[in-house]
């Protein structure tokens, strides 16, 4: 944890102590009620006897434990462990990507590219969801997975996200689509998953892997990393263009190329929309100009919902 400073500062985690992340439609639980399973039935496994608690349901008393010992003991369940989150990283190349920034304050932080500031996300929303005591877990993906760490719960995963955190680089190309079927089929149970990623990928593969999860009734919020530049294209004159995924660089006049250039980066923008309406994603745009204790605020204030 000796490089915990460089992704979540005093400041940041102050602003997190007073937030708090909940999954908006019902999901496998927490112990605490935030997210109590609906599930019931002979698939729920008994997990332990705990004390009885003032607020627990009655009925949930073990009273042949009471007759024993006099004390009134709860039935746990699998069921009713905390909220799983799974926090997915794009470590592609073009996450690599920082536009130009006008001069900066003292107040502001160092520029940073797309993929700093998506690991500062990843690692504020893994000590959030720790904090509330909940289990989370991480994949680092470029065309496939290359970590996963499971979720768990516990001050040690905190260390364990960090690390892996510390030691990805951006470079090369990526498959979201991919990585989210693959991660569907290591998840062992219903959760929250947390895509980050800019999403520059065909929209048939993201489709598949969204769909994908939403089959095996994870919740999914798609948290789309974006440079200002990237929305805008501010360049002029003659310029080189260098990609970030394999491709040659090339020098090109920026007038002629801004026009095509926008028009596929809102053709993507509109059709990852379409999908994730239509999937019932929620999709969450970030600019690496907003202040990310602002952008978590807006993700910890989303009304609630229920899944039918």
């Given at each position: 944890?000796?490089?915990?400073?460089?992704?979540?500062?005093?400041?940041?985690?102050?602003?997190?102590?007073?937030?708090?992340?909940?999954?908006?439609?019902?999901?496998?639980?927490?112990?605490?009620?935030?997210?109590?399973?609906?599930?019931?039935?002979?698939?729920?496994?008994?997990?332990?006897?705990?004390?009885?608690?003032?607020?627990?349901?009655?009925?949930?008393?073990?009273?042949?434990?009471?007759?024993?010992?006099?004390?009134?003991?709860?039935?746990?369940?699998?069921?009713?462990?905390?909220?799983?989150?799974?926090?997915?990283?794009?470590?592609?190349?073009?996450?690599?990507?920082?536009?130009?920034?006008?001069?900066?304050?003292?107040?502001?932080?160092?520029?940073?590219?797309?993929?700093?500031?998506?690991?500062?996300?990843?690692?504020?929303?893994?000590?959030?969801?720790?904090?509330?005591?909940?289990s989370v877990g991480l994949a680092i993906f470029g065309e496939k997975i290359d970590t996963f760490l499971p979720p768990h719960s516990g001050s040690g995963q905190l260390s364990r996200v960090i690390d892996l955190l510390e030691r990805a680089v951006?470079?090369?190309?990526?498959?979201?689509?991919?990585?989210?079927?693959?991660?569907?089929?290591?998840?062992?149970?219903?959760?929250?998953?947390?895509?980050?990623?800019?999403?520059?990928?065909?929209?048939?593969?993201?489709?598949?892997?969204?769909?994908?999860?939403?089959?095996?009734?994870?919740?999914?919020?798609?948290?789309?990393?974006?440079?200002?530049?990237?929305?805008?294209?501010?360049?002029?004159?003659?310029?080189?263009?260098?990609?970030?995924?394999?491709?040659?660089?090339?020098?090109?006049?920026?007038?002629?190329?801004?026009?095509?250039?926008?028009?596929?980066?809102?053709?993507?923008?509109?059709?990852?929309?379409?999908?994730?309406?239509?999937?019932?994603?929620?999709?969450?745009?970030?600019?690496?100009?907003?202040?990310?204790?602002?952008?978590?605020?807006?993700?910890?204030?989303?009304?609630?919902?229920?899944?039918?």
């Amino acid at each position: 944890m000796a490089h915990v400073g460089r992704f979540l500062e005093p400041a940041l985690v102050e602003r997190l102590n007073q937030l708090q992340l909940t999954a908006r439609s019902v999901v496998q639980g927490n112990t605490a009620g935030l997210h109590r399973s609906q599930l019931k039935g002979a698939s729920v496994e008994f997990r332990q006897h705990r004390s009885y608690v003032p607020g627990d349901d009655p009925r949930r008393l073990d009273w042949r434990v009471l007759g024993r010992t006099d004390r009134p003991y709860v039935r746990e369940y699998d069921e009713e462990t905390n909220l799983r989150g799974l926090i997915m990283l794009d470590r592609s190349g073009s996450m690599a990507f920082q536009g130009a920034r006008g001069p900066s304050t003292s107040s502001e932080r160092t520029r940073e590219n797309k993929f700093e500031y998506a690991s500062r996300l990843a690692a504020a929303l893994s000590y959030l969801m720790l904090a509330q005591t909940e289990s989370v877990g991480l994949a680092i993906f470029g065309e496939k997975i290359d970590t996963f760490l499971p979720p768990h719960s516990g001050s040690g995963q905190l260390s364990r996200v960090i690390d892996l955190l510390e030691r990805a680089v951006p470079r090369g190309r990526s498959d979201p689509g991919r990585a989210m079927q693959d991660s569907a089929d290591r998840l062992e149970r219903r959760g929250l998953v947390i895509v980050i990623s800019d999403f520059f990928a065909p929209i048939e593969s993201l489709k598949r892997g969204f769909a994908r999860l939403m089959h095996d009734r994870h919740e999914v919020i798609a948290a789309r990393v974006i440079d200002r530049a990237e929305i805008d294209f501010p360049f002029k004159g003659w310029a080189r263009f260098r990609g970030l995924e394999g491709e040659r660089s090339q020098i090109c006049e920026a007038a002629l190329v801004k026009r095509t250039y926008l028009a596929n980066f809102r053709k993507n923008e509109a059709e990852l929309r379409a999908v994730c309406g239509a999937l019932r994603i929620e999709l969450i745009t970030l600019r690496t100009d907003r202040a990310l204790d602002d952008a978590i605020a807006s993700l910890a204030r989303r009304p609630r919902k229920h899944r039918t």
